[in-house]
């Protein structure tokens, strides 16, 4: 059986493909690394949590899919500096990155926010694109591609998460300069817009005043409040593949046609 840690566990699965996948312990990362290992990537989950990471890909592991754990904390130089020379001296390559990892404090307005709150929400959620792009980005070859995970609140802002909407909608304009920076390079880059996704930290807390509010006004177009990871996971897998080969630049909602 095939050890959770370490990129060396997978390298005899039968395929070259490495995708790593930030904040892949649970919710929309788990479902994405899920997905892109039953079609045979192997995959290298990253999240900060170590156990519960470690506990997540166990469960992959005991299906036989080619899914490994790497700690580490995606909003740290160091950490991230650490996780890619690992990843150099393990497999020697990255073929796809998910940048998925964030967080949502809920830190209220510019008005109320601390200096703390908006630094930390920044760089988690915006820096760390930057940082795992730039410590990654020498391994991937022509052909390989980048998908960052932003939200639909930065396309239509809802109340009282004015720093997660400032990094997020950072996530968006970043995206766009290296999708063009990085053409040359034979690299694709584009943008994930969730809309309200049923993941368990999201069924945990349908009271909160700013998930209602996000529902109000999706006005559920398709007859339903809610998404599933998996209909998030299945579109990464689109703009990571070949078939999205002349896809570059995009930003793509996955929310049911809440924003038309």
């Known amino acids: 059986m095939r050890t959770i840690d370490r990129v060396g566990s ?22 994405t690394a899920e997905l892109l290992a039953r079609h045979g990537q192997r995959v290298v989950v990253v999240d900060r949590d170590a156990e519960r990471g470690r506990a997540a890909v166990a469960d992959l592991v005991e299906s036989d899919l080619p899914v490994w754990f790497e700690h580490a904390d995606v909003g740290d130089a160091a950490s991230v500096e650490a996780l890619a020379a690992r990843l ?10 998910v940048n998925n990892a964030g967080i949502a404090m809920r830190e209220g307005s510019v008005a109320t926010l601390t200096l703390k709150q908006w630094e930390l929400t920044i760089r988690v959620n915006l820096t760390s694109v930057y940082l795992m792009s730039h410590a990654l980005i020498p391994l991937m070859p022509s052909g390989s591609s980048i998908v960052n995970v932003s939200t639909t609140g930065a396309l239509r802002a809802v109340s009282g998460t004015d720093a997660y909407l ?75 593949s070949d078939d999205a080969s002349y896809v570059n630049g995009t930003t793509l909602s996955v929310d049911g046609g809440a924003l038309s």
């Open 10 to 31: 997978a390298v005899s699965d039968g395929t070259d493909r490495v995708a790593v996948v930030t904040g892949g312990a649970a919710g929309l990362g788990l479902a």
């Open 88 to 97: 150099r001296d393990g497999v020697g390559r990255v073929d796809a990155l």
């Open 166 to 240: 400032a990094a997020k909608g950072g996530v968006i304009s970043l995206s766009k300069a290296m999708a063009v920076s990085l053409g040359d390079l034979g690299i694709r880059v584009n943008v994930v817009c969730p809309g309200v996704v049923l993941t368990d930290e999201v069924a945990g807390r349908t009271d909160d005043p700013r998930v209602q509010a996000m529902l109000a006004r999706s006005g559920a177009p398709q007859g339903r409040d809610f998404g599933t990871p998996s209909e998030f996971a299945s579109v990464v897998r689109f703009l990571l």
